[in-house]
């Protein structure tokens, strides 16, 4: 296995590994006082959310120390994750864990809305080294990214505020990883079209 491979494949792995601890920690959430019903339903996610937010963090560093390099979008997203995630467990509310997700995709999209309205994609920046497009090619990217991360917004709106919670948990930790894999896998022809580097 090549070293891109690799580091691919150790990226990928770390960026997983919170959203599995988060969905284990809520389905496994050790009930001890017998809470029911909308007791319980807070205190499983406050839980979660108290276990993901270090492990989100421990993943990060990981992933900086093994690759020695970690992209800006990573960055903004851990501090918007420790950010909602002190604001549900001290007000014992999940609505802003709920909302983190929406919010992070609308802001990402704003910013890159805001860099093609000045002529620029500021995708490049946001992903650091992980690709090598040209030009032209991260200015598509960037749309379609744009109207992506809006997609996402909305679905994520739809289903914590007309699924159960349950539901929502499951689309966190499945549903928008597979959905992110399907876009980028349907943006190959765009990589093999204006990707720099064509050999690799």
Same mark, same amino acid.
């Given at each position: 296995?090549?070293?891109?491979e690799?580091?691919?494949?150790?990226?990928?792995?770390?960026?997983?590994?919170?959203?599995?601890?988060?969905?284990?920690?809520?389905?496994?959430?050790?009930?001890?006082?017998?809470?029911?019903?909308?007791?319980?339903?807070?205190?499983?996610?406050?839980?979660?959310?108290?276990?993901?937010? *270090?492990?989100?963090?421990?993943? #990060?560093?990981?992933?900086? %120390? &093994?690759? /020695?390099?970690?992209? +800006?979008? $990573?960055?903004?997203?851990?501090?918007?994750?420790?950010?909602?995630?002190?604001?549900?467990?001290?007000?014992?509310?999940?609505?802003?864990?709920?909302?983190? *997700?929406?919010?992070?995709?609308? #802001?990402?999209?704003?910013? %890159? &809305?805001? /860099?093609?309205?000045? +002529?620029? $994609?500021?995708l490049?920046?946001?992903?650091?080294?992980?690709l090598?497009?040209?030009?032209?090619?991260?200015?598509?990217?960037?749309?379609?990214?744009?109207?992506?991360?809006?997609?996402?917004?909305?679905?994520?709106?739809?289903?914590?505020?007309?699924?159960g919670?349950?539901?929502?948990?499951?689309?966190?930790?499945?549903?928008?990883?597979?959905?992110?894999?399907?876009?980028?896998?349907?943006?190959y022809?765009?990589?093999?079209?204006?990707?720099?580097?064509?050999?690799?």
């Amino acid at each position: 296995m090549e070293k891109k491979e690799e580091n691919s494949l150790t990226k990928s792995i770390l960026e997983f590994v919170p959203l599995i601890t988060f969905f284990l920690a809520y389905y496994y959430f050790p009930n001890s006082n017998n809470l029911t019903g909308e007791d319980l339903s807070v205190e499983k996610i406050i839980f979660a959310t108290k276990v993901f937010v *270090p492990i989100l963090l421990i993943a #990060s560093l990981l992933n900086y %120390l &093994i690759l /020695g390099t970690i992209s +800006k979008m $990573s960055v903004i997203t851990a501090v918007l994750v420790i950010f909602f995630g002190a604001l549900t467990i001290w007000f014992k509310d999940p609505t802003f864990i709920k909302m983190k *997700p929406t919010i992070i995709y609308l #802001s990402f999209a704003a910013v %890159l &809305i805001i /860099g093609l309205m000045r +002529k620029r $994609s500021l995708l490049q920046s946001l992903m650091g080294s992980t690709l090598a497009l040209e030009e032209e090619g991260w200015m598509l990217l960037t749309k379609r990214i744009i109207i992506f991360f809006i997609s996402l917004a909305f679905l994520n709106e739809l289903v914590w505020r007309y699924f159960g919670q349950d539901q929502w948990v499951n689309f966190k930790t499945f549903g928008m990883p597979i959905l992110s894999l399907l876009f980028f896998a349907f943006q190959y022809k765009l990589f093999q079209k204006y990707i720099i580097d064509k050999e690799n």
